[in-house]
Every structure is written in C-alpha cells, then in structure tokens.
C-alpha cells in the first residue's frame, strides 16, 4: 500500500486520462528517471526525456550516456550511440530523448519536443549532491552548484514549460526531493547519525521551498509536490539503499495518475507525508 496514494480528493483528470497524457522528465539517463521514463511509455504515456550527454558536457559533475534502454529519436538529438534495448520496441516513438541541461535556458529542442502540447507532468529529477565533509573542508561552490541544479533547473523548467502546463486540465509539477530536505526533522535531530553534506541538505531544503512557492502562486491551476522517492540503489543511493530505481518509478507513476487536489504536498513514496 503506497502511503502517498492513500489520501482521497478530485482533481480535473476526467478527460484527458483517456487521452495520452504528456511527461516531461529531467535527469531521464540514468536511475528514476531512466526507469520512469520507460514505466510511462510502456503504460501509454508520451514522454520527453531530458539527458545531458558526455560529449560537450561540463567537466564538472560528468553524466554518462543514457541508459540504453531509452528510446531516442534520431530527429531530436545526435547521438553517438544508437543502440536499443531490444526489449523496448513496444514504447518506440513514445519516447523524444532531448539533449537539456537544467543548468542552461530551456533550448528549443526542449520546446519542439513539446510542441506547445499540453504538459501534464514535469518531473523535476535531475539532481546532484556532494562529498560529505566538515565545515573546515567544505568548499561554498559546491552549495551554489548543487543550489543551480536541484533549485534554479526546476525553476527553470517550470518557467518554460508554464504555458503548457496551463493547458493541461490537471497539471503537477513533482519536484524528487529528499526526506534531508525537511527542515523540521533536521532541527529535531532526525538524521544526526548520517553524514550529508551541507551542499544536498541546504539545496533539497530550497527545492522545498521552491516547492511551496510555486504552489502559493500556481493555487488552483498546478499542483505542485516535492517527493522522497525513497532509499534508492542508484549512483546517488546511500549504502544501505535497498529500492530499486524500477519499484520507485511504478510507485511515482502511480502518483501520478492520483487526482489529490491539494498543493503544496511533501510525500514518501514508501511511507506517510513528510513534514516541511
């Protein structure tokens, strides 16, 4: 039973979830977002996935090629490797791999992708952290880059993408957050015995309130809600991470069809609400 999904409301869905519905989906690579994008498309959802590729990429912070089991579309990004899962073949076309750093402006093959549809999920994923270390080791520029990626790149999207998202009858915004972000369980000492550093705790905490600001502003026209995905065996996943990227997805994509009007929220994909 997915705690998340427990909580009963309406929300304008109706229509369009008859209709293929739209995702676009950051950090779509590797991890969560490799695996949602896929879970999606193979359950009849459209989706642009943004990915950042090794070549031409910053040298900071380095992705490596998108998964391979994402479906590219030749007529939106070039690709050096063009190889497919072959077990994909079923969500062929309903995936456009686009080359997007949430670090720069949203390019136009972000918004040709989109093709002024209506919008109705962005899924803010990419995201980054840092070595955890003491105050006296801790270097400031590794907070304003991890700030620019999990706080300024969903703004950014979000600022793109309004208009679309506008257009949906039953938009959300889902900002993939972290139970380290909650200010209040920090401050009760929930997470003492573990070593973070100050760059994901600080960030994830503004991306919540990027969360709650953008409610305050879209109420009643886009929800807007920060989620834990859970302890995840990914690249970014602690040690002792026992969820796999593919389980969290399903859950995420569950969330997803909930008609929950309320904005802000801030859930766990294995557990109850968290608490700001």
């Given amino acids: 039973m997915i705690h998340a999904l427990a909580r009963a409301g309406t929300y304008g869905l109706g229509q369009r979830m008859t209709q293929t519905r739209l995702a676009v989906i950051t950090g779509a690579g590797r991890g969560l977002g490799a695996a949602l994008t896929t879970h999606l498309a193979a359950t009849g959802w459209e989706v642009v996935a943004c990915v950042r590729f090794a070549a031409g990429a910053p040298d900071r912070d380095p992705e490596p090629d998108p998964d391979p089991g994402l479906v590219r579309d030749p007529g939106l990004v070039r690709n050096p490797d063009p190889d497919l899962d072959p077990g994909l073949d079923r969500v062929r076309g309903r995936v456009r791999l686009v080359r997007q750093d949430v670090r720069a402006p949203v390019g136009p093959d972000l918004l040709a992708a989109v093709g002024g549809r209506p919008v109705d999920a962005l899924v803010n994923n990419a995201g980054i952290g840092a070595p955890a270390r003491p105050l006296e080791t801790?270097?400031?520029?590794?907070?304003?880059?991890?700030?620019?990626?999990?706080?300024?790149?969903?703004?950014?999207?979000?600022?793109a993408l309004l208009p679309s998202l506008l257009a949906a009858p039953a938009p959300l915004i889902v900002n993939v957050s972290s139970r380290l972000g909650s200010l209040s369980a920090q401050a009760a000492g929930g997470f003492a015995d573990r070593r973070t550093s100050y760059a994901y705790r600080i960030s994830k905490a503004a991306q919540n309130m990027l969360t709650i600001a953008l409610a305050a502003e879209l109420s009643g026209r886009v929800r807007c809600w920060a989620v834990h995905p859970g302890a995840l065996t990914t690249a970014m996943g602690a040690a002792d991470a026992t969820t796999p990227a593919s389980l969290a997805a399903e859950r995420l994509a569950r969330l997803l069809d909930s008609p929950d009007p309320a904005s802000p929220r801030y859930l766990s994909l294995d557990g109850p609400d968290l608490i700001w």
Avoid: H, S, Y
């Fill in 138 to 159: 801790t270097d400031p520029q590794t907070v304003l880059d991890a700030v620019d990626v999990n706080v300024a790149g969903p703004l950014r999207l979000a600022q």
